[in-house]
């Protein structure tokens, strides 16, 4: 059984930087993909960026491109999210998420996702 752990989040002012972490127990997650989701008070659960097993290729939002940052560190398994400028509609509880090698990873989707940290809040002040 997979276990996820998120960490980093916190309260910052608008402009301000997080950086959150997931890290991974109970197996190696080096092939499989990562991603980052988040779920503020009454809205559906987002994707935010995701990861390939390698670290090679990476997937944002297109609200948070340019701003956030997706890393990975296999030998840690460990899941990195760089977030700068951040902006009031930034808050939220941040999910980490594991996909199992599949032929087809649809990264932005939710179900796509095999196992799922229990989150950590952000929140940006004004």
């Known amino acids: 059984q997979v276990q996820l752990v998120e960490s980093g989040g916190g309260l910052v002012q608008a402009g301000g930087s997080l950086r959150l972490s997931c890290a991974a127990s109970?197996?190696?997650?080096?092939?499989?993909?990562m991603g980052w989701f988040r779920q503020a008070p009454g809205k559906e659960r987002e994707f935010v960026a995701a990861?390939?097993?390698?670290?090679?290729?990476?997937y944002y939002a297109d609200s948070v491109k340019g701003r956030f940052t997706i890393s990975r560190d296999n030998a840690k398994n460990t899941v990195f999210l760089q977030m700068n400028n951040l902006k009031p509609e930034d808050t939220a509880v941040y999910y980490c998420?594991?996909?199992?090698?599949?032929?087809?990873?649809?990264?932005?989707?939710?179900?796509?996702?095999?196992?799922w940290g229990q989150g950590t809040q952000v929140t940006v002040s004004s």
């Open positions: 998420a594991a996909a199992k090698p599949a032929t087809a990873w649809r990264y932005a989707e939710p179900q796509y996702y095999d196992y």
């Open positions: 109970g197996r190696s997650l080096s092939s499989y993909g």
């Open positions: 990861i390939s097993w390698s670290g090679g290729i990476r």
